[in-house]
């Protein structure tokens, strides 16, 4: 299959790599002319992926046009990007093409979810999200990694299945796009938390307390907008937080460290040089979890952090100080 990735991050590099060695026509695009030269010459992502090396003739560019003869476009750029590239790549797609979006996060206007902007953008083209805990190091590595790719078209979901799996990447299906994308973008928020209870100091019960109480929001806020309960017990629910909770990896929680021990966001984002999703997600979902009326005080804290100067360590004593409440298992809290 020919397949063109938009985004030369760390995600798209790793997923460049993995579709080259299944076989594929791949390329990959950065907006960047510079950056295209630069990772063709030194056959390398020094920025986003060092140490893994690229092969000579995976095809890298600052061009769109190769969409043309795509038979699948993968977005894999940042979250506040998704729509921009998607009325860029509008001219060049030719029918049927199928487009898949691999970032995890809410386009800021609306908010929406990224596959809602895609199919906004372009509409009539079918569409698929893969989601799941894979981080782009690990994967890039070719070290065991399960995700998910849904979408409303199980035989489009089961060819992107097809496209993706080997030994060592394993793909499940999964028809409740909303459900994958909501675990997949809310869980980076719940991540900042943790990260931001490391840099506090706390210890492993808390961390526990907050991926469980966070699990609980994610499939509350994702129940309220059409979502299956069950989706968030697997991988890209209950899967992907803990990833993103625990790994080193894990872009958000290294912020979130670095957030609990008295720096501001900007200053983190600026020294890390990369995107972190649960910044922008943050805002995002708390405008979501007011307009369905779904309670997230665990999102709510971190919004307050981030956006109203509340200080990390009393966020978390606002959490523990909380009315008394009683505990719903997980597939009941979108009925709580």
Request: hydrophobic share 45%; glycine share 10%; proline share 5%.
């Amino acid at each position: 299959m020919k397949i063109k990735i938009l985004g030369a991050g760390s995600w798209g590099t790793a997923l460049a790599l993995l579709l080259y060695q299944n076989g594929h026509n791949v390329s990959l695009w950065t907006w960047d002319p510079y950056h295209a030269e630069k990772l063709m010459a030194e056959g390398e992502n020094k920025a986003f992926l060092p140490g893994v090396p690229l092969p000579a003739d995976l095809l890298i560019t600052p061009h769109l046009s190769g969409v043309a003869s795509a038979d699948m476009v993968i977005f894999a750029v940042p979250s506040h990007a998704v729509s921009q590239v998607a009325s860029d790549v509008k001219e060049y797609l030719t029918p049927g093409t199928i487009l898949l979006n691999v970032a995890k996060g809410f386009y800021p206007q609306g908010p929406k979810r990224l596959s809602e902007v895609i199919e906004e953008k372009l509409p009539g083209y079918p569409m698929a999200v893969l989601s799941g805990p894979s981080h782009a190091e690990e994967v890039a590595l070719n070290l065991t990694t399960t995700v998910v790719v849904a979408g409303k078209d199980d035989k489009i979901n089961q060819t992107i299945q097809d496209v993706f799996m080997n030994g060592n990447f394993r793909v499940y299906t999964n028809t409740d796009i909303i459900g994958v994308e909501i675990g997949g973008a809310v869980k980076n928020v719940i991540a900042l938390a943790t990260g931001i209870a490391v840099g506090l100091g706390m210890g492993d019960n808390a961390l526990a307390a907050i991926i469980t109480r966070g699990l609980a929001e994610i499939t509350r806020l994702g129940v309220a907008m059409g979502a299956n309960p069950a989706t968030f017990s697997g991988l890209t629910g209950l899967g992907d937080l803990v990833v993103t909770c625990t790994s080193h990896h894990s872009r958000n929680r290294r912020a979130g460290i670095e957030i609990g021990k008295g720096r501001s966001w900007n200053q983190v984002l600026e020294d890390m040089g990369m995107v972190v999703e649960g910044v922008y997600a943050a805002e995002n979902t708390y405008k979501l979890a007011q307009q369905y009326k779904v309670e997230m005080p665990i999102t709510e804290q971190i919004n307050a952090v981030l956006y109203q100067g509340r200080a990390p360590q009393d966020a978390m004593w606002a959490l523990m100080t909380r009315s008394k409440t009683k505990e719903l298992p997980i597939l009941l809290q979108g009925k709580q």
